[in-house]
């Protein structure tokens, strides 16, 4: 499984980014997909997560409101729209592909949970 990350840029406080994933290699519907962030200094935090099949969607609580995880099932794509961004968003961002094999809704907030990665994708939210 091979997961590309995408979209990444600089934008101004109160702004707006989407940022992608594209997954190949792998059952994509069936995967638990999810959204982490590292900030220089700091560990890995988990931002918002989609459930298998995308039935239910999960989020840190410091972005609850104003970033949306979505994804297309065709297209094997998670996105994540970013809104009123803040300085503090600031961070590299990275997709995780938990696939499994039974349905299930829960979304796992450990990094450890996934087992494939992203490269990352640097957001830098200037004030």
């Known amino acids: 499984v091979q997961l590309q990350a995408s979209g990444g840029g600089l934008v101004q406080a109160g702004g707006s980014l989407r940022i992608s994933c594209g997954v190949s290699?792998?059952?994509?519907?069936?995967?638990?997909m999810a959204w982490f962030r590292q900030a220089p200094g700091k560990e890995r935090e988990f931002v918002a997560g989609?459930?298998?099949?995308?039935?239910?969607?999960s989020y840190a609580d410091s972005v609850k409101g104003r970033f949306t995880i979505s994804r297309d099932n065709a297209k094997n794509t998670v996105y994540l729209e970013m809104n009123s961004l803040k300085p503090e968003d600031t961070a590299i961002y990275y997709c995780?592909?938990?696939?499994?094999?039974?349905?299930?809704?829960?979304?796992?907030?450990?990094?450890?949970?996934?087992?494939?990665w992203g490269q990352g994708t640097q957001v830098t939210v200037s004030s």
């Open positions: 995780a592909a938990d696939p499994k094999l039974e349905p299930t809704v829960a979304v796992s907030t450990t990094p450890s949970a996934y087992d494939y």
């Open positions: 290699g792998g059952t994509f519907r069936s995967s638990v």
């Open positions: 989609s459930s298998w099949g995308g039935v239910r969607t």
